[in-house]
């Protein structure tokens, strides 16, 4: 099933989302609202980490974006403008894959 859900209160936001369902993926823009490098690694410890990925959304790709994307936890980077369709497909793929091992 998918679900949309937009909340301007990221962090408290994310840990509602986290309480009501346990969602396969999250996408999150790692600029705006708030910071995403932040919530990915507060989403990440408050659930089983092996439970659950985060693809960043970002506006550019350079090197040093990545690395820090990567070192926070994000499962995958996608740059803007969004392809909706590759977008669509990275999710897919994302939530049909198995959960990694801790």
């Given at each position: 099933m998918w679900r949309l859900r937009d909340d301007r209160d990221v962090r408290q936001g994310g840990r509602a989302i986290l309480r009501e369902v346990r969602p396969r993926v999250i996408v999150s823009d790692i600029s705006m609202p708030g910071n995403g490098f932040a919530l990915v690694r507060d989403l990440l410890a408050?659930?089983?980490?092996?439970?659950?990925?985060?693809?960043?959304?970002?506006?550019?790709?350079?090197h040093d974006t990545l690395d820090?994307?990567?070192?926070?936890?994000?499962?995958?980077?996608?740059?803007?403008?969004?392809?909706?369709?590759?977008?669509?497909?990275?999710?897919?793929?994302?939530?049909?894959?198995?959960?990694?091992?801790?």
């Open positions: 408050f659930v089983a980490a092996s439970s659950l990925v985060i693809p960043a959304v970002a506006i550019t790709g350079l820090h994307a990567r070192q926070a936890g994000f499962a995958a980077f996608i740059t803007k403008p969004l392809d909706p369709f590759m977008l669509a497909v990275v999710v897919a793929r994302m939530a049909a894959a198995p959960s990694p091992v801790a």
